[in-house]
């Protein structure tokens, strides 16, 4: 059986919700151009694995468990918003995560031990973010322009960073669901 899964780090901040909540609302944001992300979806990608044979799960959580031993939780900060790719073709808003430099040596070696296990890995460098709405169309583009004005350099507040999981990602008529399958603790 072959499943979809990624490798990543659960967001929430009571602020982003309540912020969210006020956008989610403006008329001016056009509710059909943008495709609000469940906050209980709410995650930092670090590895996307993409299709993967469900039989590699165990020998991915080893290799998750080997490369984030002695990794600390800690503390982050979210600020400011964007636009993937780039604001001429906005297609994802996201909001911006601080300093996930704690995790990074971790993350590498996860990589290279994937690339030395035989998992194809794409090489698109590590662009920490939380993804908070999918754009279907440019018909709000005036009011994100005026949004990412507003909020380019927002403090949402600081969040704890202290697990990672491995994800697998459903795809439901309403949505994907993130399916947690091994959660490895930072340590606190």
Do not use: C
């Not at 080997?66 to 297609?91: D, E, H, W, Y």
């Amino acid at each position: 059986m072959i499943k979809r899964l990624f490798i990543g780090i659960p967001i929430y901040s009571e602020t982003v919700f309540q912020v969210g909540e006020t956008w989610k609302t403006n008329e001016k944001l056009n509710p059909d151009g943008l495709k609000w992300v469940n906050p209980k979806n709410w995650h930092v990608t670090l590895i996307f694995l993409g299709n993967t044979p469900a039989t590699t799960i165990p020998q991915l959580q080893n290799l998750i468990e080997q490369s984030f031993t002695n990794i600390q939780a800690f503390r982050t900060n979210l600020s400011g918003v964007g636009v993937f790719p780039n604001s001429n073709n906005p297609k994802v808003l996201w909001l911006g995560i601080e300093n996930l430099r704690a995790l990074l040596p971790a993350q590498i070696s996860l990589v290279e031990l994937l690339k030395q296990n035989g998992f194809p890995l794409d090489n698109k460098p590590l662009k920490p973010h939380l993804t908070l709405a999918r754009i279907k169309n440019s018909a709000s583009r005036m009011a994100i322009d005026f949004l990412i004005d507003r909020y380019l350099n927002f403090d949402f507040g600081s969040v704890v960073i202290d697990k990672v999981i491995l994800y697998e990602s459903i795809s439901t008529p309403d949505g994907p669901i993130y399916k947690p399958l091994f959660l490895k603790s930072l340590e606190s």
